[in-house]
């Protein structure tokens, strides 16, 4: 069965301290995965598509890595506005259900001046 | 560019009754996927229209339906509400043949009491 996990669960930053989310995967073969950024009752805004081992993406102080078990979303002196939940997501290229996004339960982060 | 909107932002229902949501799709898009977030979870796959046609369905009993227009819009259909459909109810669409980067609306609030 697929599976994401995410951790850690909350993240509290000082605005500047740089730190790494981990989001840990089993999917019988990736098609892709995603990083989404979500704010309180909102809906999740994409950030990056990884698509296989040693991609990495970047964008502003974010940044993200992929292996064949896991990725990681790097963030480099955050700030107050980094603040949200980060979720993780992954397709399965054998997945029946068209090109189902699996999530993992996301990473709160904050950040505080 | 529009972006992906839903309808309404929240509703409020009691147990058995039956709702409708709605969605319009992103300029260009043609394939829709439907999600539902409980507080503090990751968004869980409902189901997905492509052209019209239902594409791939997650673990939901059948009193979830939807439809997809020809305009790439979309409704999904809760029959016989239960306590635990009170969730964020998010729609995404992407750019088919099924594609991977799905971008979501900022979703509905549905309370059920």
């Known amino acids: 069965e697929d599976q994401v996990t995410q951790s850690p669960e909350a993240l509290r930053l000082q605005e500047g301290e740089s730190s790494s989310l981990n989001c840990s995967y089993t999917?019988?073969?990736?098609?892709?995965l995603f990083w989404y950024r979500q704010d309180p009752g909102k809906g999740p805004e994409f950030l990056f598509t990884?698509?296989?081992a040693g991609e990495e993406k970047e964008k502003e102080r974010l940044k993200a890595t992929l292996t064949k078990k896991e990725s990681f979303l790097h963030i480099t002196a955050p700030k107050p506005e980094d603040s949200a939940t980060y979720l993780c997501?992954?397709?399965?290229?054998?997945?029946?259900?068209?090109?189902?996004?699996?999530f993992g339960k996301g990473t709160t982060l904050s950040v505080s001046s | 560019e529009t972006g992906v909107t839903q309808s309404p932002t929240h509703l409020i229902k009691t147990r058995g009754q039956q709702v409708t949501l709605r969605c319009s799709s992103q300029?260009?898009?043609?394939?829709v996927s439907w999600y539902q977030q409980a507080l503090g979870q990751g968004p869980q796959f409902i189901f997905q229209?492509?052209?019209?046609?239902?594409?791939g369905r997650g673990n939901f009993p059948p009193r979830f339906s939807g439809l997809q227009f020809p305009n790439y819009s979309s409704e999904l259909n809760v029959n016989a509400l239960e306590l635990d459909d009170s969730a964020l109810y998010l729609c995404?669409?992407?750019?088919?043949?099924?594609?991977?980067?799905?971008?979501f609306g900022p979703g509905t609030r549905l309370t059920v009491l």
């Open positions: 300029s260009g898009h043609n394939t």
């Open positions: 997501a992954v397709q399965d290229n054998r997945n029946q259900a068209g090109t189902a996004l699996i």
């Open positions: 995404a669409s992407s750019l088919g043949p099924p594609g991977d980067e799905q971008f």
């Open positions: 999917v019988s073969g990736l098609r892709g």
């Open positions: 990884l698509y296989s």
């Open positions: 229209y492509y052209r019209e046609e239902e594409n």
